[in-house]
C-alpha cells in the first residue's frame, strides 16, 4: 500500500496522452468503480421493491375477484330468499288458515322484509377474511332458518 502511494504521489501530474494525466486517470477508475457498486446496490433495492410490488398486485387481485365472488353469491341468495318467501307468502294466502293467522304470517314476513340487508358497499381489503365472512354467512342462514321453523311450527301444531 506504501508503495501505491508513493507512485501517485511521485506520477500525480504526469501527463500520459495530451491532457490526460495519471491523476485524471487514477481519479476516472475510481469514480467509475463507485458508481458501479453504488448503482447495482441501487438496482437490487428496486428489483426487489418490483417484486414487492407485483406480489401484492397478485394478492390485490385475488382478493378482488373472491370479492366479486362473493357479491355474485350474495345477490343470488338474496333472490333465492325473496323467492321463498313470495312462495311462503302465496301457500299461506291458499290455505285453510283463519284469515286473522294469515294476517298475522303475512305482518311477519313483512317484518323480516325491513330486516333485508342494506346495498352491498365494497369491504375494505382487511375486512375480507374468509372465515368472517364463513361466520356471516352462518349467522344469516341460522337467522333464516329459525324465523321459517318458528312459524311453521307455530301454524303445524294448530
Excluded: C
Excluded at 418490483?50 to 390485490?60: A, D, G, R, S, V
Excluded at 333465492?80 to 294469515?102: H, Q, R, Y
Excluded at 313483512?110 to 365494497?122: G, Q, V
Amino acid at each position: 500500500m506504501e508503495q501505491i502511494i508513493q507512485f501517485l504521489e511521485e506520477y500525480w501530474g504526469v501527463s500520459v496522452a495530451g491532457g490526460l494525466t495519471v491523476g485524471t486517470l487514477v481519479t476516472f477508475i475510481v469514480v467509475q468503480v463507485k458508481s458501479i457498486i453504488l448503482n447495482n446496490a441501487k438496482n437490487a433495492e428496486l428489483s426487489q421493491a418490483i417484486k414487492t410490488f407485483n406480489q401484492l398486485t397478485e394478492k390485490y387481485n385475488q382478493l378482488e375477484q373472491r370479492y366479486i365472488a362473493l357479491e355474485e353469491k350474495h345477490q343470488y341468495l338474496e333472490q333465492v330468499n325473496l323467492a321463498t318467501f313470495k312462495a311462503l307468502s302465496f301457500i299461506v294466502v291458499a290455505s285453510k288458515l283463519p284469515s286473522e293467522d294469515k294476517i298475522a304470517l303475512q305482518t311477519e314476513f313483512a317484518k323480516l322484509t325491513t330486516f333485508a340487508p342494506k346495498p352491498a358497499e365494497p369491504l375494505p381489503l382487511e375486512k375480507l377474511a374468509p372465515a368472517e365472512t364463513k361466520d356471516v354467512v352462518a349467522e344469516t342462514v341460522q337467522t333464516v332458518v329459525e324465523a321459517a321453523s318458528s312459524l311453521l311450527t307455530k301454524y303445524i301444531e294448530k
